[in-house]
């Protein structure tokens, strides 16, 4: 089968995953970048390494590895905030221009008064009452009031504010999905809109710091193209990527991680393109009633699902069928010689666990790549509560290992 190797120094356990830009925008199941950056270093193809792609790029981790490595980059996602984060963390902005805006930015938090504030039409979020205090939608338009008026470089403080237009909700702490806090919490939430912004703006600043000391003269390419449908030629040239590092989900939003409740906040207050309806556009977001792939390898698994539960299996089939169409274009950008490392993780449905990492090797090796090695971090977890405690008490702990697989292949 396709071979899988345990090798703990993949593990890079303790390790600082949030230098240089790295440290800009939390974003739902991110990459670590020492992966990235060591795939790169060790897995970088023969000859020229001048282009990566990462078709599904979230915070753009990739990139911003690409380019501490002295290599273009491209990379899509369907999210406007991921988009937003990705294009900041690898934009080498002038510092002292954003100190001066920042300074200027700041001078004015004092003046805030209901008067001095033009939007306080908050319709564009839905439910906005239920998610934020009056004070805090007030003081988060005061800011994107201040960005526009003082700032060239917007999107940089743009960055920061996603992350306060979060924090500042009632959204439970910790949490991807939109849980609401509860309301005796809610009484003593009094979140310090303003002094959050700073922070998060001069946290990002040292990061750019020390990202502008290091990076090479690359260029990047943020997209939105959606690899299940296409990859557009006058973006990515047939066989011209070199490098292709990436984490793709590993099931549809609604049953595994939902990028789009995590960046609902964001995406609404800048009144990006669909905020409300993200996750049915991601991959497995369409519901489908017909296999279309071909699979040897995850077979007997799909079988016990469909024994299980069959509207589970259309939707683990539903998510398959995009996956399978993006592993086709994507096999068709990478040139010969290329090298492709899908980042895997290899959930259960129904109790049966989907080898994610077999069935991408098997698709990329159908159009024409071969499998070189599939490397298997193991992560020590949180402790989980189990549905089957070894003690059998309801509610007992067990330490448990969860498995991400890189899958390395080689055109
Ligand atoms: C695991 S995350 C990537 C995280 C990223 N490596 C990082 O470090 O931030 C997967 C991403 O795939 C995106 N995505 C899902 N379906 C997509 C599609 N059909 N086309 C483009 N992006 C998609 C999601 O929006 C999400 O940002």
Known sequence: MYQRKIDNKWNFQNVNTKEYTHCYHTYPAMMIPQIARRLIQEYKPQGKCKLLFDPYMGSGTSLVEASLANINSIGTDLNPLARLIAKVKTTTYDIVNLRNEFQEIQS????????NIKNKNFERITNHVFWYSTESLLKLSYISQLIEEYSNNKDFFYVALAEVVREASFTRNGEFKRFRMKEDKIKDFHPDVFGIFKDKVKRNLNGLQEFKTVVGNTTVGIYDFNSILEIPQN???????DMVVTSPPYGDSRTTVSYGQFSRWANEWFSFENAQNLDS???GGKKCHQKIFLTETIDKELQQIYEADIKRYYEVVSFLNDYWFSIQNVANTVRKGGIVCYVVGNRHVKGVQIPLDYFTAETFERCGLHHIITLVREIPNKRMPLKTSP?????DKIDTITNEYIVILEK
């Open 281 to 283: 556009l991601l991959m």
């Open 108 to 115: 004015q938090f004092p003046f805030f008064s209901l008067t």
């Open 235 to 241: 973006i990515i040239d047939p066989e011209s990527i």
């Open 391 to 395: 003690t059998n008490i309801t509610g």
